[in-house]
């Protein structure tokens, strides 16, 4: 199998932030009216809100399309360990775990640099894989 390079998944996730950066410009639209910034419960719903849409923007390509804009961009397909289209629960356990794994500077997407399969933390968890077409 043609697993994908750390540098290819980075310039994939940065071509998927541009495209999530504006969707939610979009996406807020909504809230440009109130005082986001003192009310507590709707900066707190903004966060939640936000972090739906960006849940639903992976979770949906990577079910649905075998991978986001960015990685079809860069020629990246998800599938699981069988070599299937991953289901709702591996993109939703991913998607979960790679926030963690940015969270915590980043340490579970650097497994992959380490790993034959070039697998990050996220990939392991979720037993999902990787590949180049």
Known sequence: MNYVSFLRRIMSMLYDFMLIFAVLMAMSIPFYGFEVEENLLLK?????????????????????????LGMKTWKIKIINNNGNNISYKQALIRFNVAI?????????????????????????????ILIKY
């Open 100 to 128: 963690i794994s940015l969270i915590i500077f980043g340490l579970g997407f650097m497994m992959a640099i380490f790993n034959k399969e070039k697998k990050c933390l996220h990939d392991i968890i979720s037993k999902t």
């Open 44 to 68: 707190l719903s903004l966060q939640l809100y936000f972090y739906s849409i960006i849940q639903f923007f992976f979770v949906w390509f990577w079910v649905n399309d075998g991978g986001t």
